[in-house]
């Protein structure tokens, strides 16, 4: 069978899934919209950072930076996420903001993430988001909490709604799951309070988002994601040397994106390694990683901060395994209308 035709089975095995997803997305909205399902109120101010797509827009990296920006305004912030691929359920403590993370399998890879560059904010996983924000204010009392990938998650009421988009997404990805990337349709964009094109450094917004942003008359910022350093596994900190070779190694939703941003600091990749997002790394591939640096002669592996904490429990062998270390970053003028927005 050509790959046309292929493809034209393929949609049509999708068509009726595709349509149950809408169907199900459209009235979900709908019931929220008009109030036939209540949104529970927390007794503490809500910001929500999300995005409308499978992943990849740096979510984790603009929770991190918020919680910075307020914390140094003096703010007592929490950090409340559903900890996507954890072992464990209900309410738990991902840290109070002293206690180190021991097994990062309990709370998801991007919790425990923050848990180690947020040194002093209590964070706290549960798919119930009410329930954990209750738990956070009665043992924190933070003055704010952040909610982490809750664009979706509409049964708790948020003062301020942040989506993010990332200015490499392409119009023909954006169609509904399973056909494209689109959680819900660009519509419910309209329903945010705040966009925030990200990556831009990489990459400069194509002209549909950018009129697609504007027609849903809400304020919109950019915002760059780029490269501070590298980061050995014990923790320290090297500059990075342009032209170095290396492999690539990720498990992240947009794996192009970390190729494009190792690349704009002048390293050469000489072979990638890519997996599924939130992919638990096994021994097995470490040890083809390394028969692949003997192979090729590569000096380093370069990860994501967000891997490197996976692969904390294997054994590397010697090999020299680095995170890159990535910041995200407004415009000093756009921080400051964020803050106004958030009333700060």
């Not at 640096?293 to 380093?300: A, F, N, R, S, V």
């Not at 996976?310 to 270390?325: E, F, N, V």
Request: charged letters at 25%.
């Amino acid at each position: 069978m050509s790959a046309w035709k292929t493809n034209r089975v393929v949609k049509y095995i999708l068509f009726p899934l595709a349509l149950f997803y809408w169907g199900v997305v459209f009235w979900r909205n709908l019931f929220y919209s008009t109030g036939f399902f209540i949104s529970k109120k927390l007794p503490t101010k809500v910001i929500s950072i999300g995005n409308i797509t499978t992943g990849g827009t740096g979510k984790t990296p603009a929770v991190i930076f918020l919680t910075k920006i307020l914390s140094d305004k003096g703010i007592k912030c929490g950090i409340l996420s559903r900890g996507y691929g954890r072992k464990t359920a209900g309410t738990q403590l991902v840290t109070d903001g002293k206690t180190p993370i021991l097994d990062w399998r309990n709370f998801g890879d991007e919790p425990c993430l923050m848990a180690n560059l947020l040194p002093g904010t209590p964070i706290v996983v549960d798919s119930k988001r009410h329930r954990g924000g209750m738990f956070l204010i009665d043992n924190f009392n933070p003055d704010i909490i952040i909610l982490d990938d809750a664009f979706q998650h509409r049964r708790i009421e948020r003062d301020l709604d942040i989506v993010l988009i990332n200015s490499k997404d392409k119009k023909s990805d954006l169609r509904l799951l399973p056909y494209g990337v689109l959680r819900e349709p660009l519509s419910s964009l309209k329903r945010a309070n705040i966009l925030i094109f990200t990556k831009t450094n990489l990459i400069e917004p194509n002209e549909f988002l950018k009129k697609f942003a504007k027609e849903t008359k809400r304020p919109v910022f950019s915002s760059t994601l780029e490269i501070q350093n590298l980061i050995s596994f014990e923790g320290k900190a090297h500059s990075i040397k342009k032209g170095i070779r290396a492999i690539a190694l990720s498990a992240i939703a947009d794996t192009s994106g970390f190729i494009s941003t190792l690349e704009q600091a002048g390293i050469e990749i000489v072979k990638k390694f890519d997996f599924v997002d939130h992919y638990s790394y096994k021994q097995s591939d470490i040890d083809k990683i390394a028969r692949q640096m003997q192979k090729l002669g590569t000096e380093i592996v370069i990860t994501t901060e967000k891997d490197m904490i996976k692969l904390a429990s294997l054994k590397l062998g010697g090999i020299k395994i680095y995170s890159i270390k990535v910041s995200f970053s407004l415009m000093a003028n756009d921080t400051k209308k964020l803050l106004k927005l958030i009333h700060i």
